[in-house]
């Protein structure tokens, strides 16, 4: 871990960690349905947990992507940060960008863990790393000088991707040989190997990601923020996570500014004081400050005036009018609910920044019976405590 966070201000962050995954899995039951009014219909003041249903939907319009889902579970944004998290929990709190993409690929694709909606960005994401991929193989084989048979080059192939998609550099040369002479003894084969796989290693592009400027690109931001809180090199690895999955300068530029917030959050500053210097640091200040000098919470008409859909520029002025209003934990996720639309791609920088200033119960931080209601929530706790007081 490469945070130079005090160890007073680290249950600060334990608390804002899980009220991403709070907030998420509060609002999924009506995430992506674009009619307040249909929404306060269905859910009243208190539309939180609620199981997915399309009932809901009825009468209204919106998407229903949740089928199969249960109350207490996380949307595909929450499935995303958890690969984020085995990562850095696999690496010591450092970002490998590699190990990143390997996890990424093998949890949302073909035979991966993940049952769910599938975003844009995570499609194109899954299909560019087939091709980034598909393309070494092709400058590997073409640039081998040991002749070899069409088998003997599918074959290599073969044992070699597992190695290459899990190892890089000089931790390749060892294992490739072994695996390599458990069929062919010959050295010149197994060189070609070799060969191979140190060629498609260095193929392999760290950005990956789709031209996409919509809200996954900030929402697996606070662990990596709690890693690399008050650390010179933030914006450099928030810039890497980003273009992992959204290739796209605007998307990084509003990453930034998110990270920024959640930064200042960590480290113990007020939310206002936060809030003014992640502004400026934003493709749209404006629309910010427009958002942020609303006379009061109204996140409905914050949805009206700015957007509610996914995509960054409609989704950052709704979040920073809701946390320069809201007065509690409770009433911020209540009001992202309401705004309707991407509640649940909001809700990862809404929870850890209302968390990260209001902690754990009382009367305005995460609800403890919120906590409990969080699909596999012990496990998701102790994750994020290795990963903030085990470093």
């Given at each position: 871990m490469t945070?130079?966070?005090?160890?007073?201000?680290?249950s600060i962050i334990v608390a804002a960690l899980a009220g991403g995954w709070v907030a998420d899995a509060a609002s999924l039951g009506l995430h992506w349905l674009y009619d307040s009014k249909r929404i306060l219909e269905v859910g009243g003041q208190s539309p939180e947990f609620l199981a997915p249903k399309a009932e809901y939907f009825a009468g209204g319009f919106g998407y229903f992507a949740h089928e199969d889902k249960q109350a207490g579970d996380v949307s595909h944004y929450g499935a995303a940060m958890g690969v984020l998290?085995?990562?850095?929990?696999a690496n010591n709190g450092t970002l490998s960008i590699r190990d990143y993409q390997r996890r990424f690929r093998a949890f949302f694709g073909p035979g991966g863990q993940w049952q769910g909606y599938i975003d844009n960005p995570?499609?194109?994401t899954l299909d560019n790393l087939s091709r980034i991929e598909q393309e070494a193989i092709a400058q590997a084989q073409s640039t081998t000088t040991v002749e070899l048979t069409d088998?003997?080059?599918?074959?290599?192939?073969?044992?070699?991707?597992p190695y290459t998609r899990r190892l890089s550099g000089d931790q390749l040369a060892e294992p490739v040989r072994k695996a390599i002479s458990l069929t062919w003894q010959e050295p010149e084969i197994q060189e070609a190997g070799v060969h191979l796989a140190e060629t498609i290693d260095r193929g392999l592009w760290p950005t990956s990601g789709a031209d996409d400027m919509q809200l996954p690109a900030v929402s697996k931001l606070s662990p990596l923020v709690a890693c690399y809180c008050g650390n010179d090199d933030l914006m450099v690895v928030t810039e890497a996570a980003v273009r992992v999955t959204n290739h796209n300068d605007e998307a990084v530029a509003w990453a930034k500014c998110a990270a920024t917030l959640l930064d200042h959050l960590f480290r113990g500053e007020s939310l206002s004081a936060a809030l003014d210097v992640a502004t400026p640091n934003s493709p749209d200040p404006d629309s910010l400050n427009k958002a942020r000098n609303l006379p009061?919470?109204?996140a409905v008409d914050a949805g009206n005036t700015f957007g509610r859909t996914c995509y960054l520029h409609e989704a950052?002025?709704?979040i920073f009018h809701i946390l320069s209003h809201a007065r509690s934990f409770t009433e911020a996720v209540r009001a992202n609910i309401h705004c309707g639309g991407d509640s649940c791609g909001r809700a990862w920088i809404i929870g850890p920044a209302m968390a990260a200033i209001h902690g754990?119960?009382?009367?305005?931080?995460?609800?403890?019976s919120w906590l409990a209601r969080v699909t596999d929530s012990s496990s998701i706790l102790l994750d994020?405590?290795?990963?903030i007081y085990s470093r």
């Open positions: 945070s130079t966070i005090p160890c007073d201000q680290r998290i085995d990562s850095l929990l995570t499609r194109v088998q003997q080059k599918r074959v290599l192939v073969q044992k070699v991707l009061s919470l109204d950052m002025p709704v754990v119960g009382g009367e305005h931080g995460i609800p403890l994020i405590e290795r990963l």
